[in-house]
């Protein structure tokens, strides 16, 4: 998303308070999620994020890394545990033939279509909202998306 100037009448404390109640509600939800996701694949969580990263497009290992928010090293281990499981490939940059490139294989896209098919139902949170409600809070959220 590109960077947008803060609106004249905009308010940061007002927009750090919504954006860690956002996360907060998000990233705290999301625990048993992950846990199916796991029990579903057999690999851990940080597999499939990497994978996911992955099948945006080949990338470096160091691309990877950035894009996962991992050290390279971490990257490094988590390809070579992927390779070995016929995950994802190494093939030489065609525009940089001192540096290779990881691809999502066949194999990847099913763990990865798998691991993503999980159910996630909404936290129970969301239930004590009402409907219109629900219907701001996803009209907003789809603004900020677009």
């Given at each position: 998303m590109p960077y947008e100037p803060a609106a004249p009448d905009s308010d940061p404390e007002l927009g750090e308070e919504v954006w860690a109640l956002l996360t907060h509600a998000v990233a705290d939800s999301r625990d048993q999620w992950k846990r199916a996701v796991v029990d579903r694949t057999g690999m851990a969580?940080?597999?499939?994020?990497?994978?996911?990263?992955?099948?945006?497009?080949?990338?470096?290992?160091?691309?990877?890394?950035?894009?996962?928010?991992?050290?390279?090293?971490?990257?490094t281990v988590t390809v070579n545990d992927l390779e070995e499981r016929g995950l994802v490939v190494r093939e030489i940059d065609p525009g940089n033939r001192r540096?290779?490139?990881?691809?999502?294989?066949?194999?990847?896209?099913?763990?990865?279509?798998?691991?993503?098919?999980?159910?996630d139902p909404p936290p129970a949170a969301l239930a004590r909202l009402s409907p219109a409600e629900l219907r701001t809070l996803r009209d907003l959220l789809r603004r900020i998306e677009s």
């Open positions: 969580f940080s597999r499939i994020r990497v994978l996911r990263r992955i099948a945006q497009g080949p990338m470096t290992v160091k691309d990877l890394a950035r894009a996962a928010a991992m050290d390279p090293p971490a990257a540096s290779k490139l990881v691809s999502i294989t066949t194999a990847g896209q099913l763990v990865l279509a798998e691991a993503l098919a999980t159910p």
